[in-house]
Protein backbone atom coordinates (compact mmCIF):
# COMPACT_ATOMS: atom_id res chain seq x y z
CA UNK A 1 0.00 0.00 0.00
CA UNK A 2 1.36 3.48 -0.54
CA UNK A 3 2.75 5.90 2.00
CA UNK A 4 -0.50 8.41 2.17
CA UNK A 5 0.40 12.05 0.92
CA UNK A 6 -0.66 13.16 4.76
CA UNK A 7 2.53 11.55 5.91
CA UNK A 8 4.72 12.59 3.09
CA UNK A 9 3.59 15.95 3.95
CA UNK A 10 4.34 15.78 7.39
CA UNK A 11 7.13 14.27 7.45
CA UNK A 12 8.25 16.93 4.69
CA UNK A 13 6.99 19.66 6.79
CA UNK A 14 9.19 18.44 9.98
CA UNK A 15 12.50 18.81 8.31
CA UNK A 16 11.80 21.43 6.51
CA UNK A 17 10.76 23.02 10.28
CA UNK A 18 14.51 21.49 11.72
CA UNK A 19 15.96 22.63 8.94
CA UNK A 20 14.52 26.37 9.23
CA UNK A 21 15.76 25.87 12.95
CA UNK A 22 19.62 24.98 11.97
CA UNK A 23 19.02 21.34 12.65
CA UNK A 24 21.21 19.27 10.39
CA UNK A 25 20.64 16.07 12.69
CA UNK A 26 16.81 14.93 14.10
CA UNK A 27 15.12 11.71 14.50
CA UNK A 28 12.71 11.14 11.92
CA UNK A 29 11.57 7.46 13.69
CA UNK A 30 11.21 6.97 17.30
CA UNK A 31 11.64 3.31 17.94
CA UNK A 32 9.55 2.29 20.54
CA UNK A 33 10.34 -1.69 22.21
CA UNK A 34 7.62 -1.80 24.83
CA UNK A 35 8.33 -5.19 25.57
CA UNK A 36 11.01 -7.90 24.93
CA UNK A 37 8.73 -10.30 25.48
CA UNK A 38 7.79 -13.16 22.44
CA UNK A 39 5.76 -15.48 21.28
CA UNK A 40 8.49 -16.89 18.95
CA UNK A 41 12.05 -18.32 19.70
CA UNK A 42 13.60 -17.10 16.43
CA UNK A 43 17.28 -19.26 16.23
CA UNK A 44 18.84 -16.03 15.33
CA UNK A 45 16.98 -13.51 17.81
CA UNK A 46 19.56 -12.78 20.53
CA UNK A 47 16.59 -11.00 22.42
CA UNK A 48 15.30 -14.68 23.24
CA UNK A 49 18.47 -15.06 25.45
CA UNK A 50 17.66 -12.21 27.71
CA UNK A 51 17.52 -13.48 31.59
CA UNK A 52 13.91 -13.86 32.19
CA UNK A 53 13.38 -10.78 34.26
CA UNK A 54 14.01 -8.60 31.34
CA UNK A 55 11.70 -10.61 29.22
CA UNK A 56 8.92 -10.05 31.76
CA UNK A 57 9.46 -6.38 31.58
CA UNK A 58 7.84 -3.77 29.74
CA UNK A 59 6.63 -0.03 29.77
CA UNK A 60 3.89 1.63 31.17
CA UNK A 61 1.60 3.59 28.02
CA UNK A 62 2.37 6.16 30.11
CA UNK A 63 6.90 5.70 29.80
CA UNK A 64 6.06 4.86 26.00
CA UNK A 65 4.32 8.30 25.11
CA UNK A 66 7.00 10.04 27.36
CA UNK A 67 9.47 8.81 25.30
CA UNK A 68 7.74 9.50 21.68
CA UNK A 69 6.91 12.83 23.02
CA UNK A 70 10.44 13.54 24.14
CA UNK A 71 11.63 12.31 20.73
CA UNK A 72 9.71 14.62 18.61
CA UNK A 73 9.35 12.67 15.27
CA UNK A 74 6.49 12.09 13.41
CA UNK A 75 6.22 8.40 12.82
CA UNK A 76 6.53 5.75 15.76
CA UNK A 77 8.21 1.83 14.81
CA UNK A 78 6.72 -0.29 17.55
CA UNK A 79 9.28 -3.96 17.37
CA UNK A 80 9.22 -5.93 19.57
CA UNK A 81 9.31 -9.05 20.66
CA UNK A 82 5.73 -9.33 19.84
CA UNK A 83 4.16 -5.80 20.37
CA UNK A 84 0.80 -7.34 20.01
CA UNK A 85 1.63 -9.47 23.54
CA UNK A 86 1.78 -5.75 25.18
CA UNK A 87 -1.65 -5.71 27.70
CA UNK A 88 -2.60 -2.49 26.77
CA UNK A 89 -1.24 -2.03 22.84
CA UNK A 90 -4.05 -1.04 21.92
CA UNK A 91 -4.25 2.07 24.20
CA UNK A 92 -0.76 3.10 23.25
CA UNK A 93 -1.60 2.75 19.43
CA UNK A 94 -5.35 5.14 20.19
CA UNK A 95 -2.95 7.88 22.37
CA UNK A 96 -0.09 7.91 19.48
CA UNK A 97 -2.54 8.41 16.60
CA UNK A 98 -4.07 11.17 18.93
CA UNK A 99 -0.82 12.81 18.59
CA UNK A 100 -0.79 12.34 15.18
CA UNK A 101 2.19 10.00 15.10
CA UNK A 102 2.09 7.88 12.04
CA UNK A 103 3.04 4.36 13.38
CA UNK A 104 4.41 0.91 11.88
CA UNK A 105 3.16 -1.56 14.60
CA UNK A 106 5.87 -4.49 13.69
CA UNK A 107 4.40 -7.97 13.81
CA UNK A 108 5.32 -11.35 13.17
CA UNK A 109 1.58 -11.85 12.26
CA UNK A 110 0.38 -14.65 14.87
CA UNK A 111 -1.77 -12.55 17.28
CA UNK A 112 -3.04 -10.08 14.52
CA UNK A 113 -6.18 -11.42 13.29
CA UNK A 114 -7.60 -12.06 16.89
CA UNK A 115 -6.06 -8.54 18.27
CA UNK A 116 -7.97 -7.09 14.82
CA UNK A 117 -10.78 -5.73 17.12
CA UNK A 118 -8.82 -3.85 19.44
CA UNK A 119 -7.88 -1.32 16.78
CA UNK A 120 -9.14 0.99 14.27
CA UNK A 121 -7.94 1.60 10.95
CA UNK A 122 -6.66 4.96 9.89
CA UNK A 123 -4.35 6.82 7.77
CA UNK A 124 -1.78 7.19 11.25
CA UNK A 125 -1.44 2.91 11.56
CA UNK A 126 0.94 0.69 9.88
CA UNK A 127 1.34 -2.82 10.86
CA UNK A 128 4.50 -4.35 9.13
CA UNK A 129 4.05 -8.06 9.47
CA UNK A 130 7.84 -9.86 9.38
CA UNK A 131 7.66 -12.67 6.92
CA UNK A 132 10.89 -14.31 6.19
CA UNK A 133 10.79 -15.37 2.68
CA UNK A 134 8.64 -17.81 1.08
CA UNK A 135 6.23 -20.50 3.41
CA UNK A 136 9.34 -23.34 3.66
CA UNK A 137 12.22 -20.65 4.38
CA UNK A 138 10.12 -18.52 7.00
CA UNK A 139 8.84 -21.38 9.06
CA UNK A 140 12.03 -22.38 9.39
CA UNK A 141 13.36 -19.24 10.08
CA UNK A 142 11.15 -18.84 12.79
CA UNK A 143 12.01 -22.20 14.11
CA UNK A 144 7.65 -23.10 13.79
CA UNK A 145 5.80 -24.73 11.03
CA UNK A 146 2.40 -22.94 10.30
CA UNK A 147 3.71 -19.20 10.93
CA UNK A 148 3.67 -18.55 7.05
CA UNK A 149 0.29 -19.81 6.66
CA UNK A 150 -0.96 -17.82 9.95
CA UNK A 151 0.50 -14.32 9.22
CA UNK A 152 -0.46 -14.55 5.40
CA UNK A 153 -4.05 -15.23 7.37
CA UNK A 154 -4.05 -12.31 9.46
CA UNK A 155 -2.69 -9.83 6.30
CA UNK A 156 -6.05 -10.89 4.54
CA UNK A 157 -8.30 -10.39 7.38
CA UNK A 158 -6.42 -6.93 7.95
CA UNK A 159 -6.58 -5.92 4.46
CA UNK A 160 -10.07 -6.85 4.42
CA UNK A 161 -10.99 -4.12 7.41
CA UNK A 162 -9.46 -1.60 5.98
CA UNK A 163 -5.88 -1.93 7.78
CA UNK A 164 -2.76 -0.78 5.66
CA UNK A 165 -0.28 -3.62 5.82
CA UNK A 166 3.22 -3.93 4.99
CA UNK A 167 5.46 -6.53 5.22
CA UNK A 168 9.21 -6.74 6.56
CA UNK A 169 10.65 -9.37 3.98
CA UNK A 170 13.86 -11.38 3.50
CA UNK A 171 14.66 -12.95 0.20
Known amino acids: MPVPISQM???????????LKGRTHYPLVAMLEPLYRCNLACAGCGKIQYPSNILKSQLSVEECLRAVDDCGAPMVSIPGGEPLMHPEIDELVRELVARKKYIYLCTNGLLLEEKLH?????????????????????????????????AY???????????????NTTL
Open 118 to 150: LFEPTKYLSFSVHMDGLKEDHDRSVCRDGTYDT
Open 153 to 167: RAIQAALARGFRITT
Open 9 to 19: WTVANYVVRQR
